[in-house]
């Protein structure tokens, strides 16, 4: 067979899975997950729901959910040994990424060399919200607090986090985020995953590589500047000048612009309905209608200064606003994200393992040819 030897940089336009997980149409604005339409799905669902819709690809019936929310409850305690590298951890004040990465690693010691994927799934997806609450809580110089049986995944996320338990409006808000972002197509952490678990390496390996894909800033998203931005705006009759100072500097609009999506992006929309329920409940929209008012006048000003470039709003933008609103710093934005993150991760890897095809593309060599060998005196 010949090669094709076209370099496609970033592997953009290359196909390189089949799945049925999610679907991701950039010029129609459709994100479809596991069949459903991500606006009809996110607000309704609980994140359990989501969950066991990712891994068996059906909503479950009352006693399946019971069952995995059971399992989910049973496995939140952290061993011993990740307490006290999130201890080690927090006395040196480390990112809370790296730190998400090195304790999920540690989950594979009371497995004691057993490789059972769905076992590590379920242990993953329970343990991740354990591990980034008692970090933040740690780092900030408070005990973790003991996750709760009785509580679901997100409620008890937030629960962990300040020691009280949440409304249902809180949680509703959560879960319509967690259930936004469980899955976005073959993205760089998916895929790293899925290269991972090809090599019938074990499940924690893959989702620890996916972390270290997921940490970077290209890839985990910037929804803290996009906040940031909103609060020096500080009112909307700052938001014009404001902004046209910044496209005249040069400078990008954070929260703006998709590699993928040219029109706004199905989860920006999703999530500024759950986020305007959010700060209603809460009895005070100002940022909410700030961020609107932002928002409109930055798409406008991007069609001016950057005409046919089609830069809508991105899934940062809201996430930002949603999760201020549940009252997390922005330092948790990023680990918010991967505990819904990680679903789709442990789902993508169910569906690679059933392939079970190693993931090998080719490289084209640019180096030198026939060097000759100088011993190190001279050189
Ligand atoms: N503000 C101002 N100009 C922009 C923006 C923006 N937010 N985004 C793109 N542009 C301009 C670029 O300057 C470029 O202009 P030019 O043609 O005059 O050189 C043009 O639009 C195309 O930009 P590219 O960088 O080629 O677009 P790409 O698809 O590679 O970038 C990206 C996508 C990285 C998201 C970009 O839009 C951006 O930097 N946005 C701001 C940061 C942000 O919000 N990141 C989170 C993205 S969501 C996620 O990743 C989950």
Redesign the pocket.
């Known amino acids: 067979m010949s090669l094709d030897t076209t370099v496609k940089s970033g592997l953009e336009g290359v196909v390189a899975a089949q799945t049925r997980l999610s679907s991701v149409d950039g010029q129609a604005g459709e994100l479809i997950i596991a069949g459903f339409p991500v606006e009809e799905l996110a607000g309704r669902a609980t994140f359990e729901e989501t969950i066991y819709l990712l891994w068996h690809d059906t909503l479950p019936n009352a006693a399946q959910l019971g069952e995995l929310r059971q399992s989910l409850a049973e496995r939140r305690t952290l061993p011993e040994a990740t307490l006290a590298l999130l201890r080690a951890a927090a006395a040196q004040e480390s990112d809370s990424m790296d730190v998400l990465r090195m304790a999920a690693s540690t989950l594979s010691l009371p497995t004691k060399g057993r490789n059972d994927p769905q076992q590590d799934a379920l242990t993953l997806v329970a343990c991740f919200p354990t591990i980034v609450a008692a970090y933040w809580r740690m780092r900030h110089g408070h005990e973790p607090i003991a996750p709760r049986a009785d509580l679901s995944q997100a409620a008890n996320f937030l629960y962990m986090l300040s020691g009280e338990e949440p409304g249902d409006e809180r949680v509703r808000g959560l879960e319509t985020y967690l259930n936004t972002v469980v899955d ?1 197509g073959l ?1 760089a952490s998916t895929f790293t995953a899925r290269v991972i678990i090809s090599t019938q390496s074990d499940m924690i390996s893959a989702i620890t590589g996916a972390i270290g894909a997921l940490k970077g800033p ?6 803290g ?2 906040l940031d931005m909103v609060f020096e705006i500080g009112e909307s009759a700052q938001a014009e000048a404001y902004l046209r100072a ?2 005249e500097r ?11 999506y040219k029109v706004r ?1 199905p989860r920006a929309d999703v999530l500024s309905v759950a986020a305007e329920r959010l700060y209603r409940t809460d009895g005070d929209t100002k940022l909410y209608d700030l961020a609107r008012q932002v928002e409109q006048q ?1 798409i406008a000003l ?1 069609e001016e ?2 005409p046919g ?1 089609k ?1 809508q709003t ?4 809201y996430t930002a606003l949603l999760l201020y609103g549940l009252d997390l710093p922005t330092e948790l934005f990023t680990p918010t994200f991967a505990i819904s993150r990680v679903v789709g991760w442990t789902a993508h890897c169910f569906e690679q393992l059933a392939l079970n095809r190693i993931i090998r593309p080719q490289s084209i060599y640019s180096g030198e040819h026939n060097r000759r060998w100088t011993e190190v005196a001279e050189r």
Not at 250 to 260: D, I, P, S
Not at 314 to 317: K, L, S, T, Y
């Open positions: 976005h993205n290209l890839h985990g998203g910037a929804p500047p996009a910044k496209l040069g400078e990008r609009l954070m929260g703006f612009g998709h590699r993928v992006d930055a991007l200064y950057k470039r830069l991105n899934v940062e933008f």
